[in-house]
């Protein structure tokens, strides 16, 4: 039997969480292993080794140690092509371009606001940290561009990389979690007809509702 491969990291934190979703989807044994940010755990020694720039999520399987939390959903995708979802990562060159395409539209222009976001409405309050007004216009307003783009996009295609549910669509699934469920600021979604669409089914999908439990559930 295959040794469960261990995650290490909150399900509370976003890449963490993206990382989950995809093992659910893949089905593939996980072991979770905690790792106390607000101790700063992240930044010990031995956790280190394993994610050199002191953050979440580390990853094993075997002899493998990885960190990025989309960089470990490819390579999951990839080793465990047969198991669960075999069309998270596309089955062919075309089909896997356009994933690739809306996983990096999501890194590089999504994710900088929606993270920015996330921290300044959703954990700073809970933090006791004071809000920076300047910072969240800005990053709503580029934000509220990049999602134009996504409402255009969706108008055309059920899913971002095209007929099905793929990792460019689970990669958008933990920052969206918190803006549409944990701000005031649900409306950037709601607002757009085929983001709202869109949002519906892919945050229905068991997958993710299993790991919003574990937010819920673990430290
Ligand atoms: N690009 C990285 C981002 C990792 C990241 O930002 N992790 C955050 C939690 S979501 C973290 O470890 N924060 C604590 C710290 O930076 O000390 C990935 O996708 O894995």
Redesign the pocket.
């Known amino acids: 039997m295959a040794t469960p491969v261990k995650v290490y990291?909150p399900p509370v934190?976003?890449?963490?969480s993206?990382v989950l979703a995809c093992l659910l989807e893949k089905d593939v044994e996980f072991q979770l292993f905690s790792v106390n940010?607000a101790k700063g755990e992240?930044?010990k020694a031995d956790f280190l080794k394993i994610q050199p720039f002191?953050?979440?999520?580390a990853f094993q399987d075997e002899s493998i140690t990885l960190?990025?939390?989309?960089a470990i959903c490819r390579y999951l995708c990839d080793k465990y092509i047969d198991k669960g979802n075999k069309e998270l990562y596309g089955t062919n060159p075309l089909s896997k371009a356009s994933i690739d395409q809306w996983v990096e539209a999501e890194g590089q222009s999504f994710n900088p606001p929606s993270s920015a976001l996330v921290f300044q409405l959703a954990f700073a309050p809970r933090m006791k940290i004071k809000q920076d007004p300047g910072l969240i216009r800005q990053n709503e307003q580029k934000l509220a561009k990049v999602l134009d783009v996504y409402d255009k996009r969706l108008q055309e295609s059920q899913f971002l990389g095209g007929d099905e549910f793929t990792l460019a669509d689970l990669s958008h699934l933990p920052n969206t979690q918190y803006l549409v469920n944990a701000t005031d600021r649900a409306n950037l979604f709601g607002s757009r007809k085929n983001v709202e669409r869109w949002w519906d089914e892919i945050s229905s999908r068991d997958s993710w509702k299993k790991v919003v439990d574990m937010q819920k559930t673990t430290a």
Not at 13 to 16: F, I
Not at 54 to 57: I, L, N, S, Y
Not at 67 to 70: A, I, K, L, V
């Open positions: 990291g934190s976003t890449a963490v993206r940010i992240q930044k002191g953050q979440v999520p960190f990025e939390s989309r």
